[in-house]
């Protein structure tokens, strides 16, 4: 099967996790959405998986739009985070991912659950394990803003964690 990813997602960013990267991640369509996706024969994510997993990485795949068992864990984390002012509105500082694309993430689970351990404060009893973290990373959006957010981005940026 072709899947279609697109063109800024290159798949050498995911090849880094474990090498230069904690976390890394690959959006894609099963079916062509729009004109400029880049069509990716799904055996060669695989090779990457398989390669990956080789090196010790965990590699999830959204095969499916049903969640990983963290959504209650995750509502009561979002209900804790600061709200953030939206059109002359009070909003919660997360909003929900589309679930029409999929997603392909590789995690270094020893760099990521040493790296929630020590920054347990901005979890807010938020389970530090690297399953929990994916799940949360693939069903909300965390603003940037605020310590949670800026501990995301820094676990998937290249000069974070390694």
């Known amino acids: 099967m072709t899947v279609h ?9 995911v090849q880094l996790v474990g090498k230069r990267k904690a976390i890394g991640y690959l959006s894609y369509f099963v ?21 990956l997993t080789a090196r010790g990485m965990d590699v999830y795949w959204d095969h499916s739009k049903e969640d990983r068992g963290h959504q209650a864990e995750i509502a009561a984390l979002c ?17 929900r991912i589309s679930w029409n694309m999929r997603q392909f993430f590789a995690v270094d689970p020893l760099v990521i659950e040493s790296f929630l351990l020590s920054n347990l404060e901005c979890l807010h009893g938020y389970p530090p394990t690297a399953e929990a973290f994916v799940d949360l990373v693939r069903s909300v959006w965390v603003e940037e803003t605020n310590p949670l957010g800026k ?9 974070g964690l390694y």
Do not use: W
């Open 5 to 13: 990813i697109l063109p800024f997602n290159v798949l050498g960013d």
């Open 31 to 51: 079916r062509r959405t729009a004109f400029f996706m880049v069509p990716v024969q799904e055996q060669e994510l695989e090779a990457i998986a398989d390669e």
């Open 79 to 95: 209900k804790q985070l600061p709200p953030r002012l939206y059109c002359r509105k009070l909003c919660p500082s997360y909003h």
């Open 151 to 159: 501990m995301i981005r820094m676990a998937f940026s290249h000069r």
